[in-house]
C-alpha cells in the first residue's frame, strides 16, 4: 500500500493528451515539493519533473506538472509510443523524515 | 555527468547478510543526502533509507528498521547498506540515488543502475 495514491493504469493514442493525478496528504504533498519520474522497461527511473513543474534539462516540454493542496498530477501532450513507461510521482514526507512514492501508473500507447 | 554505481547484490539465504556499496561520482558527495530504493520483481519503487551529508542523521521505512544500516564513506564517496537477517520479501532491485537538492527534505534526482538481491533457499 502506498503513500501516494496513483492510477494502476492509464492510455491514450498517439497525438493525445492524459493526465495521471497523484494524492497524498498534509505532511507529504500538502508542505513539500513533488517530482515525477520515467520508468521505461528494465531500466532505473529517470528524473521527468522536479519541484512541482520543473522539468530538467532534455525532457520535452510535451511534459508538465502541476500541484493544488495534497494532489499532483502529470500531463504528457502530444502522446509518442516512446512515452509508454511507467511513471511514479514522489514527495518528502515530514512525519516519516524520508521519500514517499506513489504506486505507479503503466502508460500505454494504443 | 553524476554516476552513481551499485554493487554487491547476489543470491543470499533468508537469514543471511550482504553488503550493497554505492560508488558517487559527478557531484560534491559530501553535500548531500543519499538514499536507498527498492523494487521488488514486477512491483512499484519503495523507499528504503536515507543518510544526511555528514552520516549523523538516518532513517529506514518500517519493514527494514532493525535489521538495515545505511552509512556512507565521504573520504570514498561510497554509500553503503548492510542488509541483516533477510527475508524472502527483500528480493528487489535496490537502488541508491542522490537527493535533488544540497539540504534537507528533497526527493531524487539521480539513480544508478540498480543491484539485484535475491533472498532464496
Known amino acids: 500500500q502506498s503513500v501516494l495514491t496513483q492510477p494502476p493504469s492509464a492510455s491514450g493514442t498517439p497525438g493525445q493528451r492524459v493526465t495521471i493525478s497523484c494524492s497524498g496528504s498534509?505532511?507529504?504533498?500538502?508542505?513539500?515539493?513533488v517530482y515525477w519520474y520515467q520508468q521505461l522497461p528494465g531500466t532505473a527511473p529517470k528524473l521527468l519533473i522536479y519541484k512541482n513543474d520543473q522539468r530538467p534539462s532534455g525532457v520535452p516540454d510535451r511534459f508538465s506538472g502541476s500541484k493544488s493542496g495534497t494532489s499532483a498530477s502529470l500531463a504528457i501532450s502530444g502522446l509518442r509510443f516512446e512515452d509508454e513507461a511507467d511513471y511514479y510521482c514522489a514527495a518528502w514526507d515530514d512525519s516519516l523524515s524520508g521519500v514517499v512514492f506513489g504506486g505507479g501508473t503503466k502508460l500505454t500507447v494504443l | 555527468e553524476v554516476q552513481l554505481v551499485e554493487s554487491g547484490g547476489g543470491l543470499v539465504q533468508p537469514g543471511g547478510s550482504l553488503r550493497l556499496s554505492c560508488a558517487a561520482s559527478?557531484?560534491?558527495?559530501?553535500?548531500?543526502?543519499m538514499h536507498w530504493v527498492r523494487q521488488a520483481p514486477g512491483k512499484g519503487l519503495v523507499w528504503v533509507s536515507r543518510?544526511?551529508?555528514?552520516?549523523?542523521?538516518?532513517n529506514y521505512a518500517d519493514s527494514v528498521k532493525g535489521r538495515f544500516t545505511i552509512s556512507r564513506d565521504n573520504a570514498k564517496n561510497t554509500l553503503y547498506l548492510q542488509m541483516n537477517s533477510l527475508r524472502v520479501e527483500d528480493t528487489a532491485v535496490y537502488y541508491c540515488?542522490?537527493?535533488?537538492?544540497?539540504?534537507?527534505?528533497?526527493?531524487?534526482?539521480?539513480w544508478g543502475q540498480g543491484t539485484l538481491v535475491t533472498v532464496s533457499s
Open positions: 543518510i544526511n551529508s555528514d552520516g549523523s542523521s538516518t
Open positions: 540515488a542522490k537527493a535533488d537538492i544540497a539540504a534537507a527534505g528533497y526527493p531524487l534526482d539521480y
Open positions: 498534509s505532511s507529504n504533498i500538502g508542505s513539500n515539493y
Open positions: 559527478g557531484f560534491t558527495f559530501t553535500s548531500y543526502w
